[in-house]
DNA sequence: GATGAATGAGACTTCATTCAT
DNA sequence: TATGAATGAAGTCTCATTCAT
């Protein structure tokens, strides 16, 4: 997870990796920095050696995480949006939800830390907002205005069209990988989800 | 919050309720007792001879609120609201979602601590599961069963349509009134997502 | 055990009891006076309307015990032993341990709080001294002397004769009735350990 | 005390030495950790860096000291002892209870410790069963059937005489070492005692 | 006289952080 | 740079004792 990163020395590399671990699994607060240095392998005063205080520590994992990694990814993706690689908004949501749940799968622990220090991080929230909500909203609404343009949505508030279909979406994935990651659903609900959101639950007469 | 609660002394209703208040804020493993103590003007140790352990003060916040979650919607006569009450299930999810954001209002404190402190505690979630998730799951599969047989809803596993719409309101509930309380969103959205979840997204040819 | 103490309300009596047993079996610093209330059936104020301290408390079972129990019981073996009851120290010695083990096996929780905290009291091993050492020791010097001048017993320091022969009887029953209770030892020793105090271990020639 | 222990720190032997006397001072239970770090001129959170808990600490003090309490005299060669070095079972036992003297007036805070603590921990009491009861006793009753088969001692059941002759020893030596280590006895009593304990108390006719 | 809720000092223990090596 | 022993503040919890009822 960190091996993109340069300028890490591999003790760094340890010590964040056995944080974000750990930080997910039992949360910042229940964490120790034994505990950490022990997983890591490394001597506890080293931690501080790198990093000035526990806090640092979780700012280092979560805060460049935000806009370094989860970033660029929403825009990976919005990108290909953007230069209308979708006919329809069905496979842009299959696309999207695909995506989605590879990342989710490939950074499991950071979302984890990252939804259970959120409320207590007063700073992480802002930056939080600031780099992922703003940003991909925008990008969110333009695609939905695109295919509103092409007479595939209904004619709603663009908004209220993101905020269903991505809380649908977002709390689909996030229940199923990271909530109850053990629980034993079908994968072809996924085909049904976009039925649903697409032609809704109600029965139409033929 | 605890002042319906009969037979409970006047401090221990306010340790439960400075405890509530700080766990919400800062996090179980985040808030010390000796703060707990101070908050509610006692002494340290009153909160001992009250609660065996901290732990124990928060299984006491949180089990009943647990047990309510979703519990009112079907603790009255449950064919009376399927039979008599609601005519189609739009009725349906429109009284429940209403019932459960004055739920959610009336009680953000103690849902913030649930949701927070769910992933960290094995006993918690195997209450959790089996206090919501057998009882209420079924119950909601008798629902959508009844209106599938009335012709209401699409002929799918009940499991899916519950899982769609119940984490459509759900993530909207708790979005709109814990994670960012403040954001300011248009009220007549509620029949937005009745109206989506109904007839979907996409436009129909008149 | 403190039925036939007067001036004792009943319920001074049950924290009394409860106390000895309880002192008996995890120690004075290992018991707590709220241990102490319940097992007497009492609340916690009352143990500290009838003794000032928890300390006091244990005087009070140890002190007088010391005195009124220990004490007379001594001397009435001694004024049987002094009206020449018995023709040889072996039936004494006899006499004596039989009395002993009644006595022990009355007393097994006083005895164990008095042997474990004995030496943590300086005031307590004081009042020991006094009352049982002088007085008993002297007592016993009388009768080895007695059975010195009757030719039975070798003419050595009585002081020698009365340590070898106490500390073989006195940590015989200790280790037997209240150190290792539960140990199975054959009841006929006691007549061995009379031969050999008698004849000693050496085998004779015919 | 802990001089001779190899790989331990100064702050560890300083611990230990402190804990050591306070134990046998004022009990473990009396004895807090915050006395004993006092003591040993080191932090309280020092001691549990070494020792997981008090607890442990106790178990490490008072561990080997049941291990060498009977050993040494039987950690050599326990033929030689038997066949060459003693030719008599006085011998035997006047090289036990000097050597026994000698480790007992090494040792007596430990002792100390040991005598109040067993009866209070289960686990205590299991090990010393376990390295003194067993192993000890054993060869103990060796000793004993090799003096009788030299026609040198009584043939009783050998427990009788082990028991008897062990527990004159072993009370002697607690009551002048231990319990009452400021009275004043005369040294040449022990020979009293071997006296004794061979030809008996009783006065033979020349 | 009896109660038991309340107290607060102090018990054991953890842990982030420092610093000599 | 890395180490890990040492620290001491702070955490959870216990308990003898008090006091209003």
Redesign the interface.
Known sequence: MFNDEQNLTEKQRGILAAATELFAE??Y??TSTSEIAKKAGVAEGTIFRHYKSKKELLLTIVSPTMIKILGPVFKRDFNKVLDKEFDT?QDFIRAMIQNRIKFVKNNTPLL?ILI?EL??HEDLKKQFIEHIGKDVFEKLRETVRHFQAK???????PD??I???G??I???II?RYI?IPDADW?DE?IE??IE????????KES
């Open positions: 039992k949360g607060a229940g908004f984890r259970q409320p207590f007479g595939q949505l209904i004619d709603t508030n209220t069209i905020r269903i279909v809380s649908s977002f709390s689909y229940s909530v079908d609900e049904w989800i649903i959101l697409t032609n809704g639950i109600s029965r």
